[in-house]
């Protein structure tokens, strides 16, 4: 029972090593995924009328992180059809299509920014994680010598 412990701990240890390489090496993909994912929310979702519940999402976003848009205030001018949404007001209310009446920072750069903020807190729960699951193993390791 002791080695199979043993084996788990060491798989998940080697698991956590590797996906903290894989963020670290593909950090800016992520922001670079979110300004092309939410570039096509705008082009599909906000060129037809209705609501749905991606364009609920989009607009709680912009007015949560004060952005439009995945890129800016460019997504919505790329799409002639699609006038600003009102969640891209700086001051409601915006009933014109001036762009200096709406947020200019897009929503990836605002949520990224945002969650860079805990990036040391969750480092260091990361570490200390890390120190517990390898004091586990060494001492897993040291009962399974006592037990021979």
């Known amino acids: 029972m002791l080695k199979s412990y043993i084996a788990f701990l060491l798989i998940l240890i ?8 894989l963020a670290f090496v593909y950090n800016d993909e992520g922001e670079t995924e979110a300004r092309k994912s939410m570039k096509e929310v705008v082009r599909r979702v906000y060129n037809t009328t209705g609501t749905s519940s991606t364009k609920d999402a989009m607009d709680k976003l912009q007015r949560e992180f004060d952005c439009c848009g995945g890129n800016g205030q460019a997504d919505y001018l790329e799409v002639p059809t699609v006038a ?16 200096t009446l709406y947020y200019t920072e897009g929503c990836a750069k605002a949520v990224f920014d945002s969650l860079e903020e805990y990036d040391n807190a969750l480092f260091a729960v990361a570490i200390v994680f890390a120190i517990l699951q390898i004091v586990g193993f060494i001492l897993a390791c040291k009962f399974l010598k006592d037990d021979d």
């Open 14 to 21: 080697i698991l956590e090593v590797v996906l903290c390489i």
């Open 84 to 99: 600003f949404p009102a969640s891209c007001c700086i001051r409601t209310p915006c009933l014109t299509q001036n762009t």
